[in-house]
């Protein structure tokens, strides 16, 4: 058979091997003797796997571990030659295995199998002078391609020297047209440059606006902090009413809409100074919370609906600003005391 449909053969044998079952091996080693039919199968196996020929030794091959991949991977290229000129013996006393399948279903993928390895060996013996012949060609091939790229690296160097002279000649025309081409470019890049000088206008203001809200922010500083300081201190054990109502009064205060003699009044009781001439800086929209906190830590109580009443969250904050400034203090005592005991 000719090589091409040889190898297909084969690839179907292998195929086949796979639909081997466990139950397909059992059912083989099932004979106590083997029929006479089968015993050419069994003697071919043992052959080709150099064990003895009997059934014994049939049997603890076919419980060899992975036995069906043993066959597939089989290395069919380095048979021996007696071994192939058995197997073809042994094909032709049974008639290529025919009418084996009465005896064993099992029996017959390993029959095609030996069938598909005679054929490839018969094949490949066959092929082997054209593949000689095949060797010889590409070496004449490779001189010849030899000698073509020698011929091509000569012309190459020629084509380079007249590349070389038409490349002068077209230098000085290139000139001229990159000359055009820049001119081209600065109209486009003082055009971009136009475009950035606007774009930046947009930013700038966006700065400026950034840059007053933080002048705002250290201008009223100092009154935040005052205010805060005055939270942490007395606000803590007085009402929500009395809360709201003294820190709007202290607000006032800083801001001087009110004297120091209306501290104390009910917020809608103020009455307003003359001078109305500001303290300390405070802005309009000023609160404890956000001195204490960070606005994505009031998203977060918000979501969780913790601390939702404004003076809650106050009162929290304000508690955890003195438990902070305490513990401060206490390590601050605590590094004095070591400091001065270390000097004593």
């Given amino acids: 058979l000719p090589y091409i449909q040889v190898a297909p ?9 796979s639909s081997v079952t466990t139950g397909d091996i059992l059912e083989l080693m099932s004979y106590r003797v083997p029929p006479p ?55 032709a006393k049974t008639s290529k295995f025919e009418g084996l399948e009465e005896g064993s279903k099992g029996i017959v993928p390993l029959c095609n199998w030996l069938v598909a390895l005679v054929n490839y060996h018969r094949t490949n013996m066959a092929v082997e ?20 790229v020698s011929m091509r690296k000569d012309m190459e160097e020629t084509k380079k020297s007249m590349e070389e002279t038409m490349r002068s000649h077209k230098e000085s025309v290139q000139k001229a047209a990159n000359i055009e081409n820049n001119i081209a470019d600065i109209s486009s890049q003082l055009s971009r440059a136009n475009d950035i000088l606007l774009a930046f206008a947009e930013e700038r203001h966006l700065w400026n606006e950034k840059l007053q809200r933080i002048h705002d922010y250290s201008k009223s500083a100092p009154g935040h902090a005052l205010l805060s300081a005055a939270n942490i201190c007395y606000l803590q054990c007085v009402s929500a009413e009395q809360h709201q109502a003294l820190m709007k009064n202290w607000v006032c205060y800083c801001r001087g809409v009110v004297p120091f003699s209306s501290l104390l009044l009910p917020s809608e009781d103020l009455h307003p100074t003359s001078s109305h001439q500001p303290l300390v800086t405070v802005q309009n929209n000023f609160s404890v919370c956000e001195v ?39 390590y601050s005592q605590l590094a004095s005391s070591r400091a001065y005991s270390q000097l004593a």
């Fill in 129 to 148: 002078p054209l593949r000689q012949k095949l060797k010889l060609a590409e070496n004449k091939r490779l001189g010849a391609l030899e000698t073509f």
């Fill in 292 to 330: 204490f906190s960070s606005q994505e830590e009031r998203d977060l109580w918000r979501k969780d609906r913790i601390f939702f009443d404004p003076i809650v969250q106050q009162r929290v904050l304000a508690a955890r600003a003195y438990s902070q400034l305490a513990s401060s203090r206490a």
């Fill in 9 to 17: 053969l084969y690839q179907s044998s292998l195929e086949v091997l």
């Fill in 37 to 91: 039919t089968l015993e050419p199968v069994f003697h071919a196996l043992c052959m080709l796997f150099d064990r003895p020929q009997t059934w014994e030794d049939c049997k603890q091959l076919l419980l060899t571990q992975n036995f069906c991949e043993n066959l597939k991977f089989f290395d069919k290229d380095n048979v021996a030659n007696y071994k192939i000129q058995r197997l073809e013996k042994i094909i």
